[in-house]
Nanobody, 129 residues
Framework: QVQLVESGGGLVQAGGSLRFSCAASGAASGRTLSRYAMGWFRQAPGKEREFVAAITRSGGTTYYADSVKGRFTISRDNAKNTVNLQMNSLKPEDTAVYYC??????????????????WGQGTQVTVSS
């Protein structure tokens, strides 16, 4: 069992920046985040959860939703067992609960299906206009 713990949410004005981190907690030997494709998803009030960004196990390839491309950057540090999401030029429509996700499947499957093996508890981002 892998537990994902997110940190870094909060309230920010439009145009501002936030940085999320997702860390693996309680991971047994061998069950490190390097085994998983990682992603970030978000869910706004009254809307379905949607894909935001994903990164392959090596960190060599990244995927982004069109709505965040050029503004958000996903990265990972397998040595530290963390995945990060840098969010710049934030807009009010970015307001949502953001979730970290880990998938044993291919990264492209995580992107297309939004199905993951493990989810974080979610962290709120509110962007004021």
């Amino acid at each position: 069992q892998v537990q994902l713990v997110e940190s870094g949410g909060g309230l920010v004005q439009a145009g501002g920046s936030l940085r999320f981190s997702c860390a693996a907690s309680g991971a047994a030997s061998g069950r490190t985040l390097s085994r998983y494709a990682m992603g970030w998803f978000r869910q706004a009030p009254g809307k379905e959860r949607e894909f935001v960004a994903a990164i392959t196990r090596s960190g060599g390839t990244t995927y982004y939703a069109d709505s965040v491309k050029g503004r958000f950057t996903i990265s990972r540090d397998n040595a530290k067992n963390t995945v990060n999401l840098q969010m710049n030029s934030l807009k009010p429509e970015d307001t949502a609960v953001y979730y970290c996700a880990a998938s044993i499947s291919k990264t492209i499957e995580l992107v297309s299906s939004s199905r993951a093996d493990y989810w974080g508890q979610g962290t709120q981002v509110t962007v004021s206009s």
